[in-house]
């Protein structure tokens, strides 16, 4: 029977996010980078009051890449605040071939220009002035890609009449090839139908593409786009096509992506480059080489890597305990959960809380323990490729960053924030005081402009509260992990708790009026009680605009759910007494309709009222 009732509330709740996705799907962009603050989102105040910066100005180039980890943020904090146009960067880096990233930069009379090349050597990343000499230019065979800004009166990239089309976009994008062989263009033509599924390539842009072979088989990919038939940008690379492809459609404006919302909940992505017999392995994002504590190597066909690496890999660390059976053990945490997962350094058993989740083979070397590449993807998650013949690893991964700057308190039971995330969305929210599964509710707006709104979603999120101390919490709706838990006050009353509903559309006809006393004779004003342990709370109500027989009552305490138990309604009136049977805590009571009330689900019902009992 609960398990109907759950499954209803799921299709419910689908079927909202469904509609939400679809709204979603045809918002345009906002006008102005300052649209959300002048609608009063993400300001934590009333329409009309002033912004608030919450990241001390910063922008953040783009949040599936993370602004922390992107080694060229100094150079966009420059073209934020100098450069005469908006700065568009791409968030995703071409293959460097185990070399450090250069870059030449400078501000241009309507624009500013950026080459990437391959470098021997780290060096700064700054952005010149106009007219300023950009130093020593890179080699030819160096360059990774090329980008211009500027406000032309057209588009800077011209297609020669020898060029064939070869895709189209209903956003206002060509795609054409030059030069190219029937096996090219067919790659091309797959590639650019995946670009365009989600939309432009450059989100809210139209633009052009063009792919050109020259007769030594040298191929360059170009892309020039504009939002505003004002400032054209241009962008050309010298690497792969998949490079060409991962770079263009990441492409984010510079600005103040942090204040769009009161709190950003977004994922950072790392990705690693290790290769069997290179004792450092390279960081692209961050454009540097770290040491590792032993080489990778490959032995009878699987590639090893050093434990103490993959947890820094994770976000963790690892914990050696000497007296845990022979040889030892190893407890690996990720990301600040501790003592998650351990490994038998004898027998290369794999315990996740205390099941046996695996078998993996070890190799100790020089004192270093490595562990088989299939360790990290079926321990952890993580995307990982392995190419035999260079034997590279390449490793991906990605955590949750969030940034809140929210209303330390608040004066109402119902309290709404807002959230820049990606699609879905893919978390819950919940008061910690009423514990998970209680309701919560969202409403979608639009992105800022230059993010796609089918990836970024911008919404106002409600949770309930109760008198005294809650927190807000965000948790990962896959792995059931809090990401964050912020505290908030309120300054309610018990009188300002409703009764509530869950807005059921088959409980539209349906009122139920409700009293709460408590053993002690007190009558509390609405849809909140408090009472000692120990003590009980009379229920009085009457139900109308339907003829229930009966109702059925259960609560929630933290994650602990009660059985259900049937009250008889008479002439639509009904009393109960509730004895908690648990320790103190925030309790909160549900009033449901009868077993296959729900037209067309048989053994399904809905909710009718819930409240809440504090036992002190």
Do not use: C
Request: hydrophobic fraction near 40%.
């Amino acid at each position: 029977m609960t398990r109907n009732r759950k499954w209803t509330r799921l299709m419910l709740l689908a079927a909202g996010l469904f509609v939400a996705a679809a709204d979603g799907a045809g918002a345009e962009a906002a006008a102005g980078t300052g649209a959300e603050a002048e609608a009063g989102i993400g300001t934590g105040t009333e329409t009309g009051a002033p912004p608030r910066l919450t990241y001390s100005g910063k922008p953040m180039l783009d949040p599936g890449f993370g602004y922390y980890t992107h080694f060229t943020s100094a150079l966009a904090e420059q073209l934020y605040k100098e450069s005469p146009v908006t700065a568009y960067l791409p968030t995703r880096l071409p293959d460097s071939g185990w070399q450090y990233y250069g870059m030449q930069s400078q501000l241009t009379a309507d624009g500013y220009e950026l080459t990437a090349y391959r470098l021997a050597k780290p060096a700064e990343t700054r952005l010149l002035a106009a007219g300023d000499q950009a130093g020593v230019q890179p080699e030819t065979a160096d360059v990774l890609y090329r980008l211009k800004a500027g406000k032309a009166s057209e588009a800077g990239l011209a297609v020669p009449t020898s060029a064939k089309q070869l895709a189209s976009s209903g956003a206002g994008w060509k795609f054409w090839g030059d030069g190219v062989g029937a096996e090219l263009s067919k790659q091309l033509s797959d590639k650019f139908a995946s670009m365009i599924k989600p939309g432009a390539p450059v989100s809210g842009s139209t633009g052009t593409v063009l792919v050109s072979s020259s007769v030594a088989g040298k191929v360059t990919y170009s892309a020039s786009w504009t939002n505003d038939d004002s400032t054209y940008y241009s962008f050309v690379s010298y690497g792969s096509l998949d490079d060409f492809a991962s770079m263009l459609t990441s492409f984010r404006p510079v600005l103040n992506l942090l204040d769009s919302a009161d709190i950003v909940l977004l994922p950072v992505d790392m990705q690693l480059n290790l290769q069997a017999g290179r004792d450092e392995m390279f960081k692209p994002f961050e454009n540097k080489f770290v040491p590792l504590a032993q080489a990778p190597f490959v032995k009878e066909g699987i590639a090893y890597l050093p434990l103490r690496d993959i947890a820094h890999i994770i976000g963790g660390e690892i914990q050696f305990v000497a007296a845990d059976g022979a040889g030892g053990a190893v407890y690996v945490s990720q990301n600040g959960w501790l003592n998650e997962l351990k490994l038998q350094l004898r027998t290369g058993e794999v315990f996740r809380n205390k099941e046996k989740v695996a078998t993996v083979p070890l190799v100790v070397k020089d004192g270093t323990t490595l562990v088989p590449l299939r360790f990290m993807t079926e321990q952890f998650g993580l995307p990982v490729s392995y190419d035999s013949a260079a034997k590279s690893i390449t490793v991906h991964y990605s955590h949750w960053a969030t940034n809140s700057i929210v209303p330390p308190v608040s004066s109402t039971a119902d309290y709404q924030t807002s959230v820049l995330s990606i699609g879905g969305p893919p978390f819950t929210y919940y008061n910690e005081r009423l514990g998970p599964g209680t309701g919560w509710s969202y409403e979608q707006q639009k992105p800022p402009v230059g993010y796609n709104s089918l990836k970024y979603q911008l919404y106002k999120v409600g949770v309930h509260l109760v008198p005294g101390e809650n927190a807000f919490v965000l948790r990962d709706m896959q792995t059931k992990r809090v990401i964050n838990s912020i505290p908030l006050q309120t300054t309610i009353k018990a009188a300002d708790v409703p009764f509530r509903t869950d807005g059921s559309i088959f409980t539209d006809n349906v009122k139920v009026e409700m009293k709460l006393t408590s053993s002690n004779g007190k009558v509390w004003p609405n849809g909140y009680a408090e009472m000692s342990n120990g003590a009980a709370i009379d229920i009085a109500g009457e139900i109308k605009g339907m003829g229930f027989d009966s109702v059925q009552i259960g609560y929630r305490v933290g994650s602990l759910e009660s059985k259900l138990v049937s009250i008889p309604v008479k002439d639509g009136k009904f009393t109960y007494q509730l004895t908690p049977n648990k320790e103190p805590g925030t309790y909160v009571v549900t009033l449901y309709s009868p077993p296959g009330s729900v037209p067309g689900f048989s053994g399904s019902w809905s909710t009718l009222v819930s409240y809440v009992v504090v036992v002190i």
